[in-house]
């Protein structure tokens, strides 16, 4: 199964937006709304910020906001701060009953 | 909120066989699935089989399938994830994590379980 593609870096400057990319093919991105996006801070286990396409659960910073078109999923960061650095994995459901995860994006601030 | 607590890190040689655990509490364990995550060092997230307490219903990865072995005592509320024959590539944290349907995304993780495998 082939992962999802994310760009492998990026990096920013406090209080910049930035967005990440998350592509996939017509069978799991393009396909429906079942994408997600974690966070993963240094040493510790993954954190959902956003699941299907744009909804954050509760807790999570409304600076997080999601998006898609066609078969990218977009996640944006808005007012970066120097807690955000982090990677950051999208993911997204594949029929039959398959998760797929992307390589991760590590955020530099 | 549900949480979900790990067995302990692990080294094993190669050969070896090893179960590791996943104990689930606060909420209704036998109606979430449970899907276990691999990361390898410096790597990202990779889905390795999902399972449903309540049916033992499990599904794996094409990546994963006849390498490891999921399931799930309802009992205690924990699932397991295990190998009959380790191999130095197994060396990874290894991610449980819970979800209410197939179409949902893991929104509770347990801590980690560090399996190293070295002669």
């Known amino acids: 199964q082939s992962a999802l593609t994310q760009p492998a870096s990026v990096s920013g400057s406090p209080g910049q937006s930035i967005t990440l990319s998350c592509t996939g093919i017509?069978?799991?991105?393009?396909?429906?709304?079942?994408v997600s996006w974690y966070q993963q801070l240094p040493g510790e286990a993954p954190k959902l910020l956003i699941y299907?396409?744009?909804k954050r659960p509760s807790g999570v910073s409304d600076r997080f906001s999601g998006s898609k078109s066609a078969s990218t999923a977009s996640l944006t960061i808005a007012g970066l701060q120097a807690e955000d650095e982090a990677d950051y994995f999208c993911?997204?459901?594949?029929?039959?009953?398959?998760?797929?995860f992307g390589g991760g994006t590590r955020l530099t601030v | 909120e549900g949480r979900l607590v790990q067995s302990g890190a692990e080294v094993k040689k190669p050969g070896e066989s090893l179960k590791i655990s996943c104990q689930g509490s606060?909420?209704?364990?036998?109606?979430?699935?449970i899907g276990w995550v691999r990361q390898m060092p410096g790597k990202g997230l990779e889905w390795m089989g999902t399972?449903?307490?309540?049916?033992?219903?499990?599904t794996y990865s094409p990546s994963f399938q006849g390498q490891v072995t999921i399931s799930v005592d309802t009992s205690i509320s924990t699932a397991y994830l295990q190998w009959s024959s380790l191999k130095a590539p197994d060396t990874a944290m290894y991610y449980c994590?819970?979800?209410?349907?197939?179409?949902?995304?893991?929104?509770?993780w347990g801590q980690g379980t560090l399996v190293t495998v070295s002669s």
């Open positions: 994590a819970s979800r209410y349907s197939r179409y949902d995304p893991f929104d509770s």
């Open positions: 606060g909420y209704r364990f036998n109606t979430q699935y």
């Open positions: 399972i449903y307490p309540d049916d033992s219903e499990t």
């Open positions: 017509g069978s799991d991105i393009g396909d429906h709304n079942y």
């Open positions: 299907d396409v744009t």
């Open positions: 993911s997204s459901y594949r029929n039959p009953k398959s998760v797929l």
